[in-house]
């Protein structure tokens, strides 16, 4: 029977989505996580150690300041965090561990130093992270619905917007813009507890311009993208959700724009099967000679309302 992977993480919880899915819990400074025979241990602040313990339950979590008295204790005079993880692994007869490919090189290269071999996994370093349960498509959903939160207050501002001189969106009797309707989706998402960070909302030729967050005025009859992609600040789950609304009337240039995006998502739902590869889908669509140039699109102009 072939034995179990020695896995081994060093990274803030709140920004690698391994160590979360590893601990389940957040914190924002990087610590160590080690899965040696099916065990897994955390390694981490004083600061922080209390609460693992409490939300991390099923780990074993231990004072990253043990190791570095004990390393002091042997006359080492700056103990550094490679030094201390070093100690950790051979303490436990460990000479070499599995490790994300976003690893340190520094740390890589310190445990060298300590006799410890580190090796990058190919793939995913948790592969059951592909198949989400039922809990967590609960968390996917509930973070979805704050996307959806934010883009209700979107189209509900630019419902009320007035047109004015030179076809510039008014609310509340002064000028749209991107900024101030970034805020609003933003505060929205932010009072159901979720966090959205650079939302974009790109009107008229700022729309051409992938992940243009967006920037001055917004005006009438031109395309704006609403993107939105909001993070549960419980879970640590992202929702998404990306449409394209027109306040007036969207030129015939954009309705054939939708109506391209349209066939093409047509196309994929006719593709899609158990077991069908994602990129088999997307090459398909791209294949349909229908589709032209406007297919590179499919991602961003997902959806056209015109608000009256």
């Not at 020695?6 to 996580?33: C, K, N, Q, R, W």
């Not at 460990?94 to 290269?109: C, D, K, N, T, Y």
């Not at 130093?113 to 592909?130: D, L």
């Amino acid at each position: 029977m072939k034995k179990p992977e020695t896995l081994l993480i060093v990274a803030a919880s709140e920004h690698d989505a391994d160590m979360l899915y590893a601990t389940g819990i957040f914190v924002p400074d990087p610590f160590i996580f080690l899965r040696a025979r099916g065990r897994p241990t955390l390694v981490m602040s004083d600061l922080e150690i209390d609460r693992a313990r409490r939300q991390a339950s099923n780990c074993r979590v231990l004072p990253l300041s043990r190791y570095i008295k004990k390393l002091r204790a042997a006359k080492v005079k700056h103990p550094n965090l490679a030094q201390a993880l070093a100690l950790v692994l051979r303490e436990r007869g460990i000479r070499s561990a599995v490790v994300p490919h976003s690893f340190p090189h520094g740390l890589a290269a310190g445990l060298k130093k300590g006799r410890i071999r580190v090796t990058a996994k190919e793939g995913s370093f948790f592969p059951q992270r592909e198949h989400k349960s039922a809990a967590e498509v609960k968390k996917i959903s509930a973070a979805l619905m704050m996307a959806e939160v934010g883009m209700a207050e979107a189209i509900q501002a630019l419902r009320s917007s007035k047109i004015g001189r030179d076809k510039r969106l008014l609310y509340h009797n002064v000028p749209l813009t991107c900024e101030k309707l970034r805020g609003i989706i933003d505060t929205a998402i932010l009072q159901v507890s979720g966090l959205a960070s650079r939302t974009i909302v790109a009107g008229g030729r700022q729309g051409c311009d992938p992940h243009e967050i967006g920037h001055g005025p917004l005006r009438a009859n031109e395309p704006i993208i609403l993107d939105i992609f909001p993070r549960s600040q419980t879970t640590g789950y992202f929702g998404d959700i990306t449409r394209t609304v027109v306040r007036g009337r969207a030129s015939e240039g954009v309705r054939a724009l939708y109506d391209t995006v349209l066939q093409g998502q047509a196309l994929a739902f006719k593709q899609m099967r158990p077991g069908q590869k994602t990129a088999d889908i997307h090459k398909a669509v791209c294949r349909d000679s229908s589709m032209g140039r406007a297919t590179v699109w499919v991602s961003i102009f997902t959806n056209r309302r015109g608000l009256a």
